[in-house]
């Protein structure tokens, strides 16, 4: 099991990075076919704040993987008026799952992949996502068949919870949640990042 964080030069840290360390934890319970890979179409990309990393696999290998995130950036209009960055993401939501986060819910627009559904990202994003055609629901996530979106940088968790649960159930998606919720809070973290994804499952 792939599941391929897709990662552009001026990447948000959290969406990334959170996504990756959630995903990852499936790895160190000891499922050895479990992998999360940092997805970029150059080797290294530098974060909005300046944090550079290793890219894991390019586009065209991540568009095979069981599942793709698309994490946001402040280089994504940047990155969807690309034709050589577009062009290799061939995404199918009838052969994998598909997660987009804030101005990432824009990218998933521009492959025509979300068509008339309802869909979320972030309010610095919202006025452009709308214009490229998305209908755009206040709330933090939304899961439409095969395809999930969600808004604002700390609900990278719902994007994460939603495909640990469709890949793995929902006691490792509890399991998973509740590792890395806040000491005193995590019957209440649990609780309110199932209320968003369990009507998805």
Excluded at 15 to 25: E, H
Excluded at 51 to 75: F, M, P, W, Y
Excluded at 102 to 124: I, R
Aim: charged share 15%; with cysteine.
């Amino acid at each position: 099991m792939h599941i391929a964080i897709l990662t552009f030069d001026g990447f948000n840290e959290l969406d990334s990075l959170i996504a990756f360390g959630m995903l990852g934890r499936v790895s160190l319970l000891g499922d050895k076919e479990w992998r999360v890979s940092i997805a970029s179409p150059t080797p290294r990309v530098t974060s909005m704040n300046g944090l550079t990393i290793d890219a894991h696999v390019n586009l065209i290998e991540a568009c095979q993987a069981d599942a793709v995130l698309v994490g946001s950036g402040r280089k994504t209009r940047e990155v969807a008026s690309d034709p050589a960055i577009m062009t290799q993401l061939r995404l199918d939501p009838a052969r994998q799952l598909l997660a987009a986060q804030c101005s990432g819910t824009f990218l998933l627009a521009k492959l025509g992949l979300l068509g008339q559904a309802p869909a979320c990202t972030d309010t610095t994003s919202k006025p452009w996502v709308q214009a490229a055609g998305v209908n755009i629901v206040n709330q933090a996530f939304y899961a439409n068949g095969n395809i999930a979106t969600a808004g604002g940088c700390l609900s990278a968790q719902y994007l994460s919870a939603w495909l640990l649960a469709r890949f793995k159930g929902t006691e490792t998606a509890r399991e998973v949640l509740h590792y890395f919720a806040p000491v005193g809070e995590k019957e209440d973290y649990v609780a309110r990042a199932f209320a968003h994804i369990q009507a998805s499952l």
